[in-house]
């Protein structure tokens, strides 16, 4: 594995001992930042089942500018840590272990929002629009906010998930990477049924 392009580009990255993470190819990463970039002018991600720290890194080296990475094994952490100093990028990262519910609680409590988010849980878990409707009531994305879901093919999660829509899909054999967007509630305006209009506001 390596950082594909950006500031890091053609750093190796190293994989997490034994078989527990199962990393992003590099065809795939390739891919997916084709479609949501390829390039960012600032911004934040959140790596949430970080694994390598792969996509995250990416990220940064493509232009985000700060990445908050997640994950419950210590080997994943040790790992991350690597690779973000190997990208040279690790003053722009934050590196937490926790679960992901404890997480993005306490990110919740740190009032903190993200533009991009990765969600790449294990397959065994298929619950990848619960957590990006928690994020939402958390208050945890910013407007027009992008989830990157990378799932196993042979699930099909809702094109249309409250507050989200699906703007993108690709499958790589095993592997789909389902792109949504946030489309944040805007605040209603109207006071007492009656319309506001410019000129009596002034």
Do not use: C, W
């Not at 003053?91 to 679960?99: G, H, K, P, T």
């Not at 879901?149 to 990477?177: A, K």
Request: glycine share 10%.
């Amino acid at each position: 594995m390596r950082v594909i392009s950006g500031t890091a580009k053609g750093r190796p990255l190293k994989s997490v001992p034994g078989n527990g993470t199962r990393p992003t190819t590099d065809k795939v990463k390739e891919a997916l930042f084709s479609m949501i970039g390829p390039y960012f002018e600032g911004g934040t991600a959140l790596d949430l089942y970080a694994g390598t720290g792969g996509l995250g890194i990416e990220a940064l080296s493509r232009g985000m500018e700060a990445a908050v990475f997640v994950d419950m094994e210590q080997k994943a952490l040790d790992t991350v840590r690597a690779n973000l100093k190997a990208a040279k990028v690790e003053a722009q990262a934050e590196v937490y272990r926790n679960d992901a519910g404890r997480a993005l609680a306490a990110l919740e409590k740190r009032g903190r929002a993200f533009d991009l988010v990765f969600l790449d849980p294990p397959y065994r878990l298929k619950h990848g629009d619960e957590l990006m409707m928690t994020m939402a009531a958390k208050n945890l994305l910013k407007p027009d906010a992008v989830i990157v879901l990378e799932h196993e093919s042979g699930y099909e999660y809702p094109e249309n998930i409250p507050g989200f829509s699906r703007t993108r899909q690709s499958v790589y054999g095993e592997t789909t990477i389902s792109i949504y967007q946030y489309e944040a509630a805007l605040p209603e305006v109207a006071v007492s049924g009656e319309e506001v209009n410019d000129e009596s506001a002034n």
